[in-house]
Structures are given as C-alpha cells and as structure tokens.
C-alpha cells in the first residue's frame, strides 16, 4: 500500500467512549484496531478511551462529567467541539451529533427520531422521577440535535449500522438521502464461538436463557422474566446494567427469583454466551443489536423481536424465531427449545453459521474505502481499499 503526504492517512474519532463494554464502544474498539493494523494515524477525542497504547494513536480526553447526561452531553458537545479545532488530523469521523464542527463521517447507532414512533419505555436506568426527568432531556437534546447536525451543510456521508437505521435516516432527513451509506457493524467470530458440551447435545435438563443489555425495560426484560413463571427447568441469566432491585423483586413476585441471576456488567461477556442455551431479547427498539449477533456467532438459538439489524440475522424457524413482547410467546419457544436439545442444537449450528458474514475485518475494509473516497475529493488519496485485513 502507499501513502501520501504525512496527514493523508490520518482520521480523527469522535466518540463518548471507546472500550469493551457496550455495542458502539465495541464496534468502535474494532475500527480503530483495525485502523491501526493498516497503518492509520487515529486521534481519538473522547470521555473516555481503554485502547492498549500504539505509536500512532493519540487519545485526547474530553474532560468533564458523564453524568448525568442531560447536563453532560452539552457539556461534552462544547468541549470536544473545541477539541477537534484544534487537534483535528485528516479525516472527521463522530458517533452521531455530538459535536458541531462540520464532518465528513458520522455513524448513527441510535436514531433519536425514530425512537419517538415507538412505543418504547423510558430510557431512564431508574424508575424515580429525577432519573425520568434526566432520560427526557436527554431525549429532547438528542433529537433537537440530530436535526441540527445531520444536514448536508453540516456532514458528507452518514452510515446507518443497519438497513433499518438507513430506511430510518432517509424518512427523518430526507436532504442527506443519497449521502446515507448502510455498513453494518460485526462480530468477533473467534472471541464468540460455540463450546460442544455433552450437556447441549443431551437429554432435557435446566436450560439456561441469556440476556445481554442494558436499559432493561425498553429491551424487555420483565417480559423475559415473566416468560419464566409457569416452567420448570429453565432459567435465566441476566448480564448488564440495569434497575436490579426492581426486577428482582418481580421475579420474587412471579416465584422465579431462585431461576433469575443478575451477572451485572463483565468485561469478559464471552463466558455467559458460552454457558447459556438460548439468546432472548424481547426489546422493543434497537439499531444494530450486536449482543444478538454475539450470541449468534456464540451458538444460540436467537429468541429476538423483529427489529433493526435482527431482521438481516435472524432466519425465523432456522436460526431461531421472531418473538413479539408476550411472555406467553417466549415462554411457548423457551419451553420447545428445552424440551428438544436436538433443535437446539441444530437452530444453533445455523446461527453460528449465519453470523459469519458479518466479520470485522469486512467492516474496517468499508470504513477504510470511505475514507479513500472522501480523501480523494478533498485532498487526493489517503487511504488503500481493503486494508484492514
């Protein structure tokens, strides 16, 4: 490959956070690795940045609270604008409309918009009223944002995570309509992948379920649990943050707390994909859903709403089934996985299979192209195609 002029292969990230934990953290830990693996100089400009250290990354901290958020997102949206005047370097890439500089790639994981046509719970980890009120101005400058920033004045190219986020960009900003570009995000097929134990391949026993994620009322947990009540032999492994004491007491209510544990947040999520049976998630809005395609590549059968992203995995009857928010329906699939190993097994086998369509490597390639593209019609060339590999 080769490069041209010292700043041509450069880009600059903007993001809250960039770590292990959390889907957009993730999918943008793996755009960098991969950036640096291809001989980009990145500057990440961020909260906060847990990246082992490499000569040609350079991390510039946002300083200031992250919570709450309604009062830190401003605070951020100021100081990281600032930051980028003066530290930016080559290409402008942010993580939806947190800054007001103008940019040439912006990835929307959450469209704000769209999320107020769905009859979604709060996004509040709290039920009391301060926790509410922080969840609702976090909402209205999230919109109020969005419509600021994602304008052709304002921003080259956006990249909806998936098909759904791009149908959802094209109806809320119809001027950047042909400046909206689908690259979805990917999975860690060798970190995720599935253990064969005599246990999955045998006779009925105690099944565990597994859900991942965080705001557990919009992605359905108290359906997940109540799923439980009226089952024997099956449990529930719940992984992430979220209100414990008031979920723990519904499941005290429904007589399932001994079949209901709170794993809380693990760097080392791997480990709960592995010892589980079954993925469920019966969320009612979601962009990408990466835990579904870390669950898929773990071998699980999927158990998943029909929403964004699930839609281009999950294959109903093969990989898994669609659910809707009813825990007589899940637990109507909970029960048949249970007491058909051999299904489970084989709805498993496919969905590991499927998910290897979606790698990371194939990911970087695209955002690298992207970058080669908008490079050449500012500056000339700056980044080689398919580098990332």
Known sequence: MKWVGESSRAVTIIANDIGPIGGMERQLTELVTGALRAGVEVTVISWTCSLRSHPNLHWIRVPGPNRPFALAYPLFLIAASLLVAWHRRGVLHCTGAIILNRVDVCTVHFCHQAMEEVSAPSRASRSGYVHRLNASLSRALSRGLEKVCYRPQRVQRLIGVSRGVCEELNRHFPAMTSKTT???????????????????????????????????????????????????????????????????????????????????????????????????????????????????????????????????????????????????????????????????????????????????????????????????????PQFPASAAG
Request: net charge negative; with cysteine.
């Open 182 to 380: 689908l690259i979805p995000n990917g999975v860690d097929t060798e970190m995720f992948r599935p253990v064969q134990t005599a246990a999955r391949r045998g006779a009925p026993r105690r099944m565990t379920a597994l859900f991942v994620g965080g705001e557990w009322e919009r992605k359905g947990l108290r359906i997940a649990i109540e799923a439980l009540q009226g089952t024997t032999g099956i449990s529930l492994v719940v992984v992430g943050r979220g209100d414990h004491v008031r979920y723990a007491e519904l499941a005290s209510s429904l007589g399932v707390a001994d079949r209901v544990e709170f794993a809380g947040v693990t760097r080392n999520v791997e480990r709960a994909y592995r010892a589980a049976d079954v993925f469920v998630l019966p969320t009612a809005y979601e962009t990408f859903s990466l835990a579904t395609y870390e669950a898929a590549a773990s071998g699980l059968p999927l158990l998943v709403t029909r929403v964004n992203g699930v839609e281009d995995l999950l294959r109903d009857g093969e990989n898994g089934w669609f659910i809707d928010q009813d825990p007589h329906l899940v637990r109507e699939c909970l029960c048949t996985l249970h007491e058909d190993a051999g299904l489970r097994r084989r709805m498993g086998l496919r969905a590991r299979a499927d998910s290897l369509d979606f790698s990371w490597n194939r990911v970087v390639d695209q955002y690298l192209d992207l970058y080669e593209k908008l490079g050449r019609e500012t500056s000339g």
